[in-house]
């Protein structure tokens, strides 16, 4: 797979000098907002994306990402999709149409003429076309498994560093043609998915015994080939979702495919994790993680970020806990409100929260004058739903519902004593609220509620009398 690769790891100190020399650098680390249409010619390893990536854009509140087509050839190399013939040939058609904004490869052996032709034809009906280019796990676990199929494969076998071992010089291959590729093109074009990485990543973990629902190595796979099992399909996703929208997925919704795995929820999470950390590391993914929001509760000290006269009190796990004084209660003293010092316009806020029984809070934001809240910003209702009959009738004060007046859409929350799990997004007019891995609420800034509501403010915490308890608050402007 790799002997072809080999003479040309030797010219990457020269090609990464003329990369620096000549190539048109893009926007790394700007997200991108609208919807993509994503047209993919690839093999087993890749064919299974789009549709789970659809549903993936669809939790992430992008409306308008498009499916633009799908060019499926098993074992196929990228230059096998070019060669099918121009009448049946979708992907240069639709390329032709200048109707594909990421065109989604995925070569086996290298190099391949095929990621040049088609960058080349991609580029000129769409000059801001991306072609992401996948790095996928070895078959077989070898790095020479395409022309040397084993008798027999122990998925369970390797160990991490073995892994290591077999993936190197496949990825400093994968890597040095892809540099090759944009340096040709003089500018960056193509972008690295490193899938590869982050399913070494995911069985480190399985090794570690910390990998929810996954109990071995090859929980993964379907057969020795390593044909991936939903949980693998739903990392790969996730690693094309990073690269294709220059976002995070950590805090998405349980995507269908994950919707029968066992702690399909905690697993959702690592697998999001993992991926994120795989793309950002990646020198050629084209994202770079400005930060992950910043890491509000620094251990022992609340000064550094927060505002607030109320007894909340850090511990040195990072759990910050709000306990009333005596006399203390209602939801009017403001000041005892646990508020950040900077104010945001659009951002995306996650944090983990946990009541008592009959809890109540909430988690304000644009928040214009902070000595009277409820008339000059707008609250995410936290409060303890749980205990709510089932099939009750939701209301905007329901964990998730938008005060005033946008009850949330189900009842996500856990019982009280239990962590839960909110992201809030706003950007532009929109505000997307996911509660355990849930979209409850969806709503926008013009709404008649909290449409006289300031575009801007500040953001915190409700002191409402009752115990309460955070922990993990990030908060990214973006």
């Known amino acids: 797979m790799f002997e072809r690769s080999r003479s040309r790891l030797r010219l990457g100190a020269l090609t990464l000098a003329l990369l620096g020399a000549g190539l048109q650098a893009s926007s790394q680390t700007t997200p991108v907002d609208r919807g993509q249409r994503v047209f993919t010619c690839g093999h087993s390893f890749l064919v299974f994306v789009p549709g789970i990536l659809a549903d993936m854009a669809k939790g992430a509140g992008i409306k308008d990402h498009k499916m633009a087509g799908l060019s499926s050839i098993g074992g196929s190399r990228v230059i096998q999709h070019w060669n099918v013939a121009d009448e049946k040939n979708k992907a240069k058609e639709a390329l032709r149409h200048g109707t594909v904004d990421v065109l989604s490869l995925s070569p086996i052996h290298l190099p391949d003429e095929g990621l040049e032709k088609f960058a080349r034809l991609a580029l000129e009906h769409n000059p801001k076309v991306r072609v992401t280019v996948q790095e996928f796990w070895l078959p077989f676990d070898l790095h020479d498994g395409h022309t040397k199929r084993p008798k027999t494969v122990d998925h369970d076998a390797p160990t991490v560093t073995g892994l290591k071992k077999e993936h190197d010089l496949y990825f400093k291959s994968m890597d040095e043609h892809v540099r090759e590729q944009n340096r040709k093109l003089e500018k960056e074009v193509l972008f690295v998915v490193p899938v590869g990485q982050a399913v070494i990543a995911l069985r480190a973990k399985i090794i570690d015994g910390k990998a929810p629902g996954l109990k071995k190595q090859s929980d993964l796979f379907i057969d020795a080939i390593g044909h991936p099992r939903p949980p693998l399909q739903a990392l ?3 690693c094309h979702f990073a690269v294709i929208y220059r976002r995070t997925p950590v805090g998405l919704p349980v995507p269908d495919v994950l919707a029968r795995s066992d702690d399909k929820e905690n697993l959702n999470r690592l697998l999001q994790e993992l991926a994120w ?5 990646h020198s050629l993914s084209g994202v770079k993680d400005t930060k992950q929001g910043v890491s509000l509760l620094a ?3 609340l000064s550094r970020n927060w505002t607030t006269t109320g007894n909340w009190k850090l511990d040195n796990e990072g759990v910050v806990t709000l306990m009333p004084r005596n006399g203390e209660k209602g939801w009017q003293r403001y000041d005892a409100y646990l508020w950040l010092n900077k104010q945001y316009r659009d951002f995306a806020a996650e944090f983990e929260y946990m009541v008592e029984k009959g809890g109540n809070s909430g988690f304000y934001f644009h928040v214009g004058d902070k000595k009277d809240t409820v008339k000059n910003g707008i609250e995410v209702q936290i409060y303890d739903s749980a205990s709510k009959k089932r099939g009750a009738k939701l209301t905007d004060h329901d964990s998730g519902g938008i005060i ?3 009850p949330p859409t ?3 929350a ?4 239990e962590w839960n799990r909110m992201k809030v997004t706003c950007t532009g007019n ?5 509660l355990n891995g849930e979209v409850v609420n969806e709503a926008t800034l013009d709404s008649r509620t909290i449409q006289d509501r300031p575009a801007i403010g500040y953001i915190g915490f409700q002191d409402h009398g009752l115990p309460l308890s955070l922990r993990n608050i990030h908060v990214q402007e973006l």
């Open 236 to 238: 790969v996703a996730y």
């Open 410 to 412: 189900k009842n996500a």
């Open 414 to 417: 856990k019982p009280a004593g």
């Open 277 to 281: 950390d795989a793309v950002t590391h």
């Open 430 to 434: 929109k505000v997307t609220v996911i």
């Open 404 to 406: 005033p007046g946008i």
């Open 299 to 301: 251990r022992g000290d």
